[in-house]
């Protein structure tokens, strides 16, 4: 079931005659980037941005990350986290921030389908498979697999004018 969205404009940031981006549009953007950068907390409280690959898969962003890793380390001692993509021109494009808890993936059902959306989607430059024990590799390495499910996203609108669009996925649709 694809989880519909309470959808509003904030006005504060958008142009007079902006209306929302559909939630739809912004779906899209995230299957088709190929660059994500997903944001947590150092246990010190620090920041910790770093770029990662992903897809997107039943309404959640789905990425990988070394057990060894900072970002895995920093999900460990707190889920919550932000993911972020979009165009690095300030008149143009859409840019998208999800704010969610990564939650790590077990199953090895789910993490056959996201390793089936890499590989379609990146190729062999960031192939995935899963082994007969169920663990997720990578390049010979057998990283952990994390699922954001936005409670809300953001969407910045900068083609013909500027649109601040939220989409909170924890209250009911309007």
């Known amino acids: 079931m694809i989880r519909t969205p309470a ?3 904030d006005p504060r940031y958008s142009s007079d005659d902006a209306q929302p981006t559909p939630w739809a549009d912004a779906v899209a953007h995230l299957r088709n980037a190929e660059l994500f950068w997903v944001s947590t907390v150092r246990p010190d409280g620090r920041p910790h941005v770093t770029p990662v690959v992903g897809v997107w898969l039943d309404d959640a962003f789905y990425f990988s ?6 970002k895995s ?6 889920p919550h986290c932000a993911v ?5 021109r300030w008149d143009d494009g859409l840019d998208i921030v999800l704010h969610g808890d990564a939650v790590p993936v077990r199953d090895s059902r789910v993490l056959r389908r996201v390793a089936d959306a890499h590989t379609a ?6 192939a995935a498979e899963v082994d007969d024990d169920g663990a997720f590799r990578m390049h010979g390495n057998r990283p952990l697999v994390y699922r954001v499910s936005p409670t809300q996203a953001l969407g910045f ?4 004018g500027f ?4 989409w909170d996925f924890t209250a009911e649709p309007a």
């Open 84 to 88: 972020t993509t979009g165009c690095n």
């Open 65 to 70: 990350s070394g057990p060894e890793e900072q």
């Open 7 to 9: 959808t509003t404009i």
């Open 163 to 166: 649109s601040h669009t939220r």
């Open 157 to 160: 609108g900068k083609t013909g």
């Open 73 to 78: 380390k920093n999900i460990a001692g707190s």
């Open 121 to 126: 989607k990146y190729g062999s430059a960031w």
